[in-house]
């Protein structure tokens, strides 16, 4: 995931929400693609952690990128203010959570979820480094108006950038299902206690609800008397594989 950094009118330095232990061909391939996009200033980092070493360069590399850009009166104002920019749920709130973690030792100023909307506007200067002083402007997450392909629009909602309800919940629990096999991501099958990998999103929803305890009892008539069977809450399965895999519980999938 990619949060830039706008430092100016052509200042931008990407920084990669990148899980720590992450295969070292997917980040090479991310900066191939960025690259071809023009952006050559990328850090990845681990918000996540409670200290990441990548997360020291970020102030470093905007001091840099500022002093070296032509701007008017730098030395009248010390300050730095920069906006922080990306796609809905992507760690723009994690990114300056961790820097003033690292350079404040102070808690949280922005509010973080697992879903799209938590930050809903402009909030005001956050700052995240005394020397140099350094304010960060979080802002609600941007995407584009239109999705390409129906296989783009189901990545974004599997990464949480789009509200599971606006899509369904069963529809990303298929199409996740779809991406573990295809990656042969096989964890699933271990977590859930499945005999073998299943392509059958019904018969995996099933063993999770069981595995959960999210069933309902429920009495049906037959022919020799009222029997009581054991109804699955699909939903509340879908819920949980989806939220397994944002966790990272199923492995790491590079989608693209």
Request: charged content about 25%; overall charge positive; some cysteine.
């Amino acid at each position: 995931m990619e949060v830039p950094l706008n430092l100016g009118s052509s200042l931008t330095l990407a920084i990669g929400i990148w899980p720590s232990g992450s295969r070292d061909t997917w980040p090479k391939r991310i900066l191939s693609q960025l690259k071809q996009q023009g952006v050559t200033n990328v850090i990845f980092t681990d918000c996540l952690r409670q200290i990441d070493e990548n997360v020291k360069k970020v102030v470093p590399q905007v001091t840099k990128l500022i002093q070296s850009s032509e701007r008017f009166h730098r030395m009248e104002n010390l300050e730095y203010c920069l906006m922080v920019i990306g796609i809905p749920n992507v760690g723009k709130s994690s990114l300056i959570n961790a820097m003033r973690r690292l350079h404040l030792k102070k808690g949280k100023a922005s509010k973080v979820g697992g879903e799209p909307g938590i930050t809903k506007t402009v909030l005001c200067r956050i700052q995240v480094c005394e020397k140099p002083p350094v304010f960060l402007l979080d802002t609600p997450g941007v995407s584009s108006p239109r999705v390409e392909s129906w296989d783009v629009g189901l990545k974004l909602a599997l990464c949480g950038t789009i509200l599971d309800h606006l899509v369904g919940e069963d529809i990303i629990a298929d199409y996740l299902l779809y991406i573990l096999n295809k990656h042969q991501k096989f964890s699933y099958v271990e977590k859930y206690e499945l005999v073998e990998p299943c392509d059958d999103l019904q018969t995996v929803l099933k063993r999770i609800a069981v595995q959960l305890g999210k069933t309902q009892k429920v009495k049906a008539i037959t022919g020799v008397g009222d029997i009581s069977i054991l109804i699955p809450n699909y939903s509340a399965a879908a819920y949980h594989f989806i939220r397994a895999f944002r966790r990272g519980e199923l492995g790491q999938v590079m989608l693209d």
